[in-house]
């Protein structure tokens, strides 16, 4: 049974920085693509970013408003993905909530959805 829990959230100013981390069980961690989604208030969840299963050969896909601000990263001997966030901006605001897909790479970089099920997630909130 995959399990993930998210957390690092807060709440910080324009400009600052976050470090958000999800720990998962019940799965084999490496087998796995690693993904954040984030669901603003009255929005749609959305895709922030992915990386591949692979890590002698890793992929990483971000969407664009947040590269070159977010990196993901992954620990599989912990058995964690982490999401490292600067820059922060008031529109980076949400819950953020960590997926795990065993869908190919680029079958799962071609759509970036997820219909569930979702972990409890981590919210951010970035004041102006």
Same mark, same amino acid.
């Given at each position: 049974?995959?399990?993930?829990?998210?957390?690092?959230?807060?709440?910080?100013?324009?400009?600052?920085?976050?470090?958000?981390?999800? %720990? %998962?069980?019940?799965?084999?961690?490496?087998?796995?693509?690693? %993904? !954040?989604?984030?669901? /603003?208030?009255?929005?749609?969840?959305?895709?922030v %970013? /992915?990386?591949?299963?692979?890590?002698?050969n890793?992929?990483?896909?971000?969407?664009?408003?947040?590269?070159?601000?977010?990196?993901?990263?992954?620990?599989?001997?912990?058995?964690?993905?982490?999401?490292?966030?600067?820059?922060?901006?008031?529109?980076?605001?949400?819950?953020?909530?960590?997926?795990?897909?065993?869908?190919? !790479?680029?079958?799962?970089?071609a759509?970036?959805? !997820?219909?569930?099920? !979702?972990?409890?997630?981590?919210?951010?909130?970035?004041?102006?």
């Amino acid at each position: 049974q995959v399990q993930v829990v998210e957390s690092g959230g807060g709440l910080v100013q324009a400009g600052g920085s976050l470090r958000l981390s999800c %720990a %998962a069980s019940g799965f084999t961690f490496s087998n796995y693509i690693m %993904a !954040w989604f984030r669901q /603003a208030p009255g929005k749609e969840p959305e895709f922030v %970013a /992915a990386i591949s299963r692979n890590i002698q050969n890793i992929n990483t896909h971000y969407l664009d408003s947040v590269k070159g601000r977010f990196t993901i990263s992954r620990d599989n001997a912990k058995n964690t993905v982490y999401l490292q966030m600067n820059s922060l901006e008031p529109e980076d605001t949400a819950v953020y909530y960590c997926v795990a897909s065993a869908r190919p !790479w680029t079958s799962f970089i071609a759509t970036k959805t !997820w219909d569930g099920p !979702w972990g409890q997630g981590t919210q951010v909130t970035v004041s102006s």
